[in-house]
């Protein structure tokens, strides 16, 4: 189905016209539309548009309402202050405008007129490695995004960069070849665990063993080198790490609800072969230097505490390769191969110089154009209730699966408190849903590059901002539905409409231009926000306006329908949040 044109798009391109027909001389002028609290919408370019044209701004907006055609869109428009135009709609076009929204399946949501590829860069854990609180942030908003962008039409390729590689495997590989059954498995269905369990054990042990026999640390360090090389037996061994971690990976993922592909994983060495080749394309181009033995770009902005250039190093003076190597070859595989017209990292904001440098690299390598851009979707840190970094008593850092366990510990116990047919399978599901839904909602509320506190008091309550409040006005509106008999959700175009209704329909109405500002702007809060207030103008709505008990049975189907375009929007927007949204709460 073809997309709906929102009431305030089809209002601003009705003021475009007036004002064209009014003032010819003024071309095409922008009437500067927004929602207003004194109407429906306010239109304030009537002011600068006399400015340009040296007139009365009063007496331009009423020449602008004379040549507004009379129809079923404007209930009414005065000139109001000096010469901002208050407009009403009716409530015939409310309905009708949401009836059509109501029936396509999208609600009304256009795809892009001309989509990209976008290669996003998210949930990025390391190998051998428990995943922490740190790893909550790219991974829900990383999942959200790639939601949002897909749902408007972007073809999106992820890339998970884990971090498989480097100087670690050396002394873990070769604890392995010394204890050669410490991966081994008598069950072949390994939790996720216990599989950190068996990495942690033997991490633990080799780094003891590392630390404390000099001969033992000479022999990991050869093995690097044999890893670097590529020797097979050293490659199997590694592979197993991997393939233990990604057991690991994926039971947390499972839990966050989030669904990573393997297809999708491309860690650190899937860009091995490529470092070589990346150095040299650089050193060629005069893009990179030599200096001091290690291969730099030097950029005339940034500078050491002591005004001295602070150079990305591609390459040690030993010859080594460091992340910019890495993350420079990615650029060109995602730009070359995967044809990515954007870019997406969803990066912690402390990296922000270091990929602003990887950045200017590669366009000065002519990797970058302006047909492809970069963008670093940089995030904040989570904190504690103090303020601080969240940490255990312990001062050590979180562990996601204990932050996630005790979520869905809450979450469950509120769903049995106010569980009134619900099996204990049942509040399982349901707890788990609302637990996961709390600490992603909290998490997608906050702008990405803000930091924001860890309260999970807070996160569920039925109260507020929370998923848990979304959810219970979904579920009410299911409620609703069920006992609703025979009646159905119907449109009543020629039904005046109340306050709490004529508010709730207009903000029904501005789904589809909020999915596509946060897709555009790669910010789910956006949409986080709009959800939340769709929940709270519902609220208004089902304590002033009957629904079951309305005076008649078109008001009856017309409060259903408000009711039922209600949760069809909350659910696909709680949807493009990765949330869900249970039925019974």
């Known amino acids: 189905m073809a997309s709906v044109p929102s009431l305030a798009s089809t209002l601003h391109q009705r003021i475009a016209d007036a004002l064209a027909a009014a003032v010819p001389q003024a071309g095409a002028a922008d009437p500067l539309l927004r929602r207003s609290d004194r109407a429906d ?23 602008v309402v004379k040549s507004l055609p009379a129809d079923e869109l404007i209930k009414d428009v005065e000139v109001s202050g000096p010469g901002f135009l208050n407009i009403s709609i009716t409530d015939a076009a409310i309905t009708g405008t949401l009836a059509a929204r109501a029936a396509d399946e999208r609600l009304g949501v256009p795809f892009k007129e001309h989509p990209g590829t976008t290669v996003i860069d998210w949930a990025q854990p390391n190998v051998a490695k428990e995943m922490h609180v740190g790893h909550l942030r790219n991974t829900v908003i990383g999942n959200s995004v790639v939601r949002l962008l897909e749902f408007t039409g972007e073809k999106v390729v992820s890339r998970h960069h884990i971090g498989d590689w480097g100087t670690q495997f050396g002394m873990l590989i070769q604890y392995l070849i010394e204890h050669p059954h410490e991966l081994d498995h008598k069950d072949t269905q390994v939790s996720g665990e216990e599989a950190m369990s068996n990495l942690n054990r033997l991490y633990k042990a080799s780094r003891a ?58 860690g650190e060495s899937g860009y091995n072969d490529m470092l070589a080749e990346t150095c040299r394309l650089l050193e060629e181009s005069g ?30 003076s030993d010859g080594g390769f460091g992340y910019a190597a890495t993350d ?20 912690d904001t402390r990296q922000s110089l270091h990929f602003k440098m990887v950045f200017e690299t590669a366009r000065r390598a002519g990797w970058l154009t302006d047909e492809v851009t970069a963008v670093q979707l940089g995030f904040g840190t989570v904190l504690g209730k103090d303020g601080k970094p969240f940490k255990t008593r312990e001062g050590e850092t979180v562990r996601l699966v204990d932050l996630l366990d005790e979520a869905v510990a809450r979450a469950s116990a509120i769903v049995r408190e106010k569980a009134q047919d619900l099996s204990e ?36 309550s039925l109260n507020g901002d929370t998923s848990v409040y979304l959810q219970y006005a979904f579920a009410r509106i299911q ?13 009543h175009p020629e039904l005046a409409l109340a306050p709490a209704e004529r508010a709730l329909g207009l903000h029904l109405d501005q789904f589809a231009a909020t999915v596509a500002e946060a897709a555009g702007e790669y910010a789910p809060h956006k949409l986080a926000g709009y959800l939340y207030q769709l929940a709270s103008l519902y609220t208004t709505f089902y304590d002033q306006c009957p629904v079951l008990r309305a005076e008649s049975p078109e008001l009856v189907e017309n409060r259903l329908f408000l009711c039922d375009l209600t949760a069809r929007t909350l659910r696909q927007g709680m949807a493009l949040l990765g949330i869900r949204t249970p039925e019974r709460l």
């Open 425 to 460: 399978e049942e509040i399982a599901e349901r707890g788990a849903q609302v637990g996961i839904g709390a600490v992603k909602y909290a998490d997608l509320s906050t702008s990405a590059a803000r930091d924001y506190k860890f309260d999970l008091d807070q996160m569920v």
């Open 479 to 491: 409620s609703i539905l069920r006992k609703a008999g025979e009646a159905g959700p119907v449109a």
């Open 328 to 347: 420079l070859s990615a650029i060109r595989d995602r730009v070359f191969n995967l044809k990515a017209d954007t870019l997406l990292y969803v990066v």
């Open 287 to 316: 893009v990179a230097v030599r200096s001091e033995g290690a291969l730099c770009v030097f950029f005339d902005d940034v500078k050491g505490p002591e005004g001295n250039p602070v150079p990305l190093i591609v390459q040690k």
């Open 41 to 63: 919408f306010q239109a304030n370019g009537m002011l600068a548009l006399a400015k340009k044209l040296k007139g009365n701004p009063r007496e331009l907006a009423a020449e």
């Open 209 to 266: 063993l590392f630390d404390s026999d000099e001969e033992f640390k000479g022999r990991a360090r050869r093995r690097v080198v044999d890893l670097q090389a590529g020797d097979e037996q050293t490659l199997a061994l590694w592979q197993k790490f991997v393939d233990e971690s990604k057991i690991y990976f994926y039971s947390v993922f499972d839990k966050l609800d989030v669904e990573i592909r393997d297809e999708d994983i491309v």
